[in-house]
Antibody
Framework: EVQLVESGGGLVQPGGSLRLSCAASGFTFSSYSMNWVRQAPGKGLEWVSYISSSSSTIYYADSVKGRFTISRDNAKNSLYLQMNSLRAEDTAVYYC???????WGQGTLVTVSS | QAVLTQPASLSASPGASASLTCTLRSGINVGTYRIYWYQQKPGSPPQYLLRYKSDSDKQQGSGVPSRFSGSKDASANAGILLISGLQSEDEADYYCMIWHSSAYVFGGGTKLTVL
């Protein structure tokens, strides 16, 4: 069974940093592209970033480009999202999702507030 | 203008059918895209339902009932999620998505009420 478990969320001040992790199990992690998707409270879904299976291809949404960095460690079956220069509008539940968003984790809440 | 536009809400009766539309912005041809559909219930992550490009290029999500199906309306430049035999458990938010210009793009979502 595919399992994706996010962690690392919490309360951070504007301008601060946070690193999210996603632990994957139940499939060959190194064979699949991965994504981060977020959802602000009461709002719709917003794709954040994509990373290919070998990390050779990476894409970002314009809203986070230059501030967020996606990475993965295939030996640890883990996906990461380094978030810098955080803003209030980055407040959201962050989900990791496999491939074309076929499987999702439960999400981790990031709150940016002073 | 948003890339994908969905009606904010839709109501339908139990046992009836509901047609949820996802209209692509002018200049983006629905015929060239796989359209993905997701269901999200309160407090839960989205769940993949299906993807549809054509009758020969479509995929049903694992465990997703066949009463959920996809299609397109080329004249309206729209993707369609059809839910037949509506049940109370189908009440949820539904999102469409495409891969466009090196990004996944979501529609704003449709809140389906079954009453």
């Amino acid at each position: 069974e595919v399992q994706l478990v996010e962690s690392g969320g919490g309360l951070v001040q504007p301008g601060g940093s946070l690193r999210l992790s996603c632990a994957a199990s139940g499939f060959t992690f190194s064979s699949y592209s991965m994504n981060w998707v977020r959802q602000a409270p009461g709002k719709g879904l917003e794709w954040v970033s994509y990373i290919s299976s070998s990390s050779s291809t990476i894409y970002y949404a314009d809203s986070v480009k230059g501030r967020f960095t996606i990475s993965r460690d295939n030996a640890k079956n883990s996906l990461y999202l380094q978030m810098n220069s955080l803003r209030a509008e980055d407040t959201a539940v962050y989900y990791c999702a496999r491939e074309a968003l076929f499987h999702w984790g439960q999400g981790t809440l990031v709150t940016v507030s002073s | 203008q948003a890339v994908l536009t969905q009606p904010a809400s839709l109501s339908a009766s139990p046992g009836a059918s509901a047609s949820l539309t996802c209209t692509l912005r002018s200049g983006i041809n629905v015929g060239t895209y796989r359209i993905y559909w997701y269901q999200q219930k309160p407090g839960s992550p989205p769940q993949y339902l299906l993807r549809y490009k054509s009758d020969s290029d479509k995929q049903q999500g694992s465990g997703v009932p066949s009463r959920f199906s996809g299609s397109k309306d080329a004249s309206a430049n729209a993707g369609i999620l059809l839910i037949s035999g509506l049940q109370s458990e189908d009440e949820a938010d539904y999102y469409c998505m495409i891969w466009h210009s090196s990004a996944y793009v979501f529609g704003g979502g449709t809140k389906l009420t079954v009453l």
